[in-house]
């Protein structure tokens, strides 16, 4: 069969796919597929040009090929998303429920998205100004988080990357009660790691 | 007729080693047969379906030690569906209630299950030793019963299994009294162990030689350990990373020296360059390394180590590795035998990866090399022509060129001489995979050369049945066949039906064949099951549709004993 026939015989073909697309896909479970295997080689053994790309693409989609075991390949999967997801900063974001006494449903945010803990009490401020009037010094409230023991402890004592990986949900707590009983100290601490 | 009492008959077969050989005495006399069957104590099943459980089990009651392989290779590949068969429990109930004396118990790609494993541990109190390859359908409860019940368990071995994880408590329950332990590998686990509990095991256990550890575990956990083991001699090492400043990394470069007896070293998930410095006390004594887990260790760093492993006899690596790497690895690894190279980019572009000339640069600089898998993008004729003139000693030849079908980039044209070259040359050569540009001369020369060949897998290759006849005619050896994506059709496939029954199996995928060549062949051969693999939804109402020139998507012939299995699937049918 030479390649004009060939040409003719594609032409006429009814399959498929989109116009245009040019490789035929390969199939993996149709016994009653009239496949011409000699078709799929001609198409493989294109020169390289822009077609190698998409050939590669194609190529990919053939199921159990390479001929690497599952173990493995599972493996390089897995190491790769992890790898891919450290390069980015962490694509899928450290989301962390916050709540505020009070207020009548919780928020999330993003601590990734925060340098430091002064753009993070910008950003806890900025989210909850609609529950209370108070902004800046003479405020009643201090920002507390829950870290892996379960323990509630007051945000600022740590450096910035510790508390972002011991922190698993904020809590706003209003009330003199609370904030009174940390003494004068309260505010430089809340402070420290500007 | 024995010209010798039994006892010494018997005396004379236990200098027999292989398998082969004693199936072979056992079929000199009946008498024989009787002494042969009554005094074998390793029994290897190679196709699970060959033959019932029940009848091993009769012949060989005082069987010691029991190796059984259940699915087809190409499971490796997810060709095979999720659950096509290849149980271990109904091998492990027959020997629970014929076999007490069972000590070892060895299975390849097989479905096993947490029952499966309590049984196992229950029924046999001279239970020593398990090793579990490529298996699934377990979790780490199964593991539990085995570490509970077991006692004087010298070996666990799990390698590249399926575990599903139900909790780090299967490791606390070696008891106090399990001193016993040679070898644990507990790599493929994806959960956590209780990294207290692994210490103290492996700190009362005098006789561990081998142990391989999971990603889960951390350098610190590692130090701790080897500070424990200083006789380990083979070690894979958990996740091989740590920030270089902190104090476990300074421990981590003074943990090594210790282990003098250390010669194979594997795992290094995740390992960074500066971790690999850890090694290079140790360098010069191993035998055996691999690397093919450490995908973020560039090849100058992998040179950096190679340089100094003299007595290197395998090495497993990555492409990361690099021509350059690989001739490293041929001027200073004098004894290697078995190389492994695998990708690391399976779909990429593939500018970090080796080229034919790193393969011929080994094939130069080792002399003893005899093994070979090879991953790579391209191949020439006039490489493997000039590896197969270097390495005559061949008994495994598997290249991989990643995309299928690719020919001779200098010359375009397939790679038939190439590989003919490997099997005139290599007269030993027990495997091999082909792949690239192929037609069907190069099966010409197979047929013709390979008279040792025993398995032979095939993909993207061929031109006609011919180069399917060629083979089946030409390898008297063969032993194991599987074809995938090739244009061979019923006229190869029925061209020597016979020919089957002196193999273990046939497997064929995305060829020519069809339903009337497989029912030609069930019919003319009853002592082999003709499997049909249809895994599309309307299976059943397609079994009444399906005429016979239809063309069926995986065929698996293997001979048997035991008829037709009980256990098909749906989606599996044994004409």
Redesign the interface.
């Given at each position: 069969m030479n390649t004009t026939d060939l040409d003719n015989l594609k032409a006429t073909e009814l399959r498929l796919g989109l116009p245009g697309t040019d490789e035929p896909e390969?199939?993996?479970?149709?016994?009653?597929?009239k496949r011409s295997?000699?078709e799929d080689?001609q198409a493989?053994?294109k020169p390289s040009d822009g077609s190698q790309e998409s050939t590669?693409?194609t190529?990919?989609q053939?199921?159990?090929?390479?001929?690497?075991?599952?173990?493995?390949?599972n493996?390089?999967q897995a190491?790769k998303t992890e790898?891919a997801e450290a390069a980015a900063g962490g694509g899928a974001g450290l989301f962390v429920k916050v709540s505020m006494d009070g207020a009548p449903y919780l928020r999330k945010i993003d601590l990734k998205v925060y340098k430091g803990y002064k753009e993070l009490r910008e950003g806890l401020e900025d989210m909850f100004k609609c529950f209370e009037g108070c902004k800046g010094s003479g405020s009643e409230y201090a920002i507390t988080y829950e870290d892996k023991d379960g323990d509630l402890m007051l945000v600022g004592d740590v450096p910035w990357e510790m508390f972002t990986s011991s922190c698993k949900k904020l809590r706003i707590i209003k009330g003199s009660e609370s904030i009174r009983g940390l003494g004068s100290g309260h505010q430089q601490k809340t402070c420290k790691f500007i | 007729m024995t010209y010798f009492p039994e006892e010494v008959v018997e005396h004379i077969f236990d200098f027999l080693g292989s398998h082969r050989d004693r199936n072979t005495v056992s079929t000199v006399c009946k008498a024989w047969y009787q002494v042969e069957r009554l005094s074998r104590q390793n029994v290897f099943v190679g196709n699970c379906y060959a033959i019932r459980p029940e009848r091993v089990m009769a012949r060989f009651p005082r069987m010691k030690s029991l190796s059984v392989k259940g699915k087809p290779h190409f499971a490796d590949f997810n060709l095979v569906p999720y659950d096509w068969g290849g149980y271990a429990l109904p091998w492990i109930e027959a020997a629970a209630r014929s076999c007490a004396g069972l000590e070892e118990l060895r299975l390849k790609r097989m479905v096993v299950t947490d029952d499966g494993l309590e049984l196992l541990a229950r029924s046999f109190p001279n239970f020593k030793s398990l090793v579990l390859v490529s298996c699934d359908g377990f979790s780490t409860d199964g593991l539990a019963a085995i570490a509970t019940y077991c006692r004087g368990l010298r070996e666990l071995d799990l390698q590249e299994n399926e575990v599903d994880d139900h909790g780090r408590q299967w490791l606390n329950c070696f008891p106090d009294s399990c001193t016993s332990l040679i070898s644990l590998n507990f790599a493929c686990l994806k959960g956590e162990v209780n990294t207290g509990s692994l210490e103290r095991l492996v700190a009362r256990s005098p006789n561990l030689r081998s142990l391989k550890l999971n990603r889960a575990i951390s350098v610190e956990s590692l130090n701790k350990i080897l500070a424990r083991a200083p006789h380990l001699v083979d070690l894979g090492t958990g996740s091989f990373t740590v920030d270089h400043r902190a104090e476990a990394y300074h421990r981590l470069m003074n943990s090594f020296p210790k282990c003098k007896s250390l010669r194979s070293l594997s795992g290094f998930w995740d390992a960074s360059p500066r971790c690999l410095k850890a090694l290079y006390p140790v360098c010069i004594n191993l035998t055996v390394l691999n690397l093919s887990y450490a995908p973020a260790i560039p090849g100058d760093d992998l040179i950096k180590l190679i340089c100094h492993c003299f007595k290197l006899q395998k090495l497993w690596v990555l492409d990361c590795i690099g021509d350059k790497g690989l001739a490293v690895v041929a001027s200073t690894c004098k004894e290697l035998q078995e190389l492994r190279v695998f990708p690391s980019d399976i779909y990429g572009a593939g500018n970090t990866s080796v080229t034919e000339e790193g393969l011929v640069a080994v094939s130069s600089g080792c002399p003893k090399l005899n093994s070979v898998l090879y991953f790579c993008y391209q191949m020439t004729n006039s490489a493997l022509i000039a590896v197969a003139k270097n390495c005559p000693h061949f008994i495994r030849f598997r290249l991989c060129i990643l995309d299928p079908g690719k020919p001779d980039p200098l010359t375009n044209l397939p790679l038939d001489e190439g590989f003919g070259a490997i099997v005139r040359s290599c007269k030993n050569l027990r495997r091999l995979s082909l792949s690239g540009l192929l037609t069907d001369q190069v099966f010409l020369y197979i047929g013709m050369h390979a008279k040792c060949l025993e398995m032979l897998s095939i993909a993207f290759a061929g031109n006609s049945d011919k180069g399917m006849i060629y083979v089946l005619d030409g390898c008297k050896n063969l032993r194991k066949l599987e074809i995938r994506d090739c244009p061979f059709g019923d006229g190869a496939l029925l061209k020597d039906v016979a020919k089957y029954e002196t193999m273990r199996s046939l497997w064929m995928s995305s060829c020519e064949v069809t339903l009337g060549g497989c029912k030609a062949l069930a019919a003319k051969m009853p002592r082999l099951n003709v499997e049909i693999i249809n895994e599309s939804d309307d299976f059943e109402e397609s079994k009444e549709n399906l005429v016979d020139v239809h063309k069926v998507e995986k065929i698996y012939v293997y001979r048997s004993v035991a008829g037709p299995r009980n256990d098909a699937p749906e989606f599996v049918w044994t004409l």
């Open positions: 390969k199939p993996t479970s149709r016994p009653t597929s295997l000699e080689r493989e053994r590669r693409v190529k990919a053939v199921v159990g090929w390479p001929p690497i075991r599952s173990h493995r390949r493996s390089f190491m790898a | -």
